[in-house]
């Protein structure tokens, strides 16, 4: 079974940091795209950022340009460094990852989700 595991989340003030992490573990064959939403109480999911096997990124606007997506192909691993956080990104935030497993009868495509980590931002 595919298990996706984050940490990293936490309580922090406005204009501070955190670096999120997930690791994935498990079968597969490939990792076609791992990435980040968040959900805030009352609000729907949404991306966040996200990074395909080729290495390119995607940040949601109200991201870009404080929060970097990346990764560790040798660890499986996904990292989201967030900078200058203010309350507005307060929410749960989920890891996600898209893989390719073999099967007898071909390859397959699975989405998987971490259990969510809580990031608070204090004004």
């Known amino acids: 079974q595919v298990q996706l595991v984050e940490s990293g989340g936490g309580l922090v003030q406005a204009g501070g940091s955190l670096r999120l992490s997930c690791t994935l573990s498990?079968?597969?064959?490939?990792?076609?795209?791992m990435g980040w939403y968040r959900q805030a109480p009352g609000k729907q999911r949404e991306l966040v950022a996200s990074?395909?096997?080729?290495?390119?990124?995607q940040y949601a606007d109200s991201v870009n340009g404080r929060f970097t997506i990346s990764r560790d192909n040798a660890k499986n691993t996904v990292y989201l460094q967030m900078n200058s956080l203010n309350p507005e990104d307060t929410a749960v935030y989920y890891c996600?990852?898209?893989?390719?497993?073999?099967?007898?009868?071909?390859?397959?495509?699975?989405?998987?989700w971490g259990q969510g980590t809580q990031v608070t931002v204090s004004s």
């Open positions: 996600n990852a898209n893989v390719r497993r073999g099967h007898y009868y071909g390859n397959v495509d699975y989405n998987y």
């Open positions: 498990g079968s597969i064959l490939s990792i076609n795209a």
């Open positions: 990074i395909i096997s080729g290495g390119n990124t």
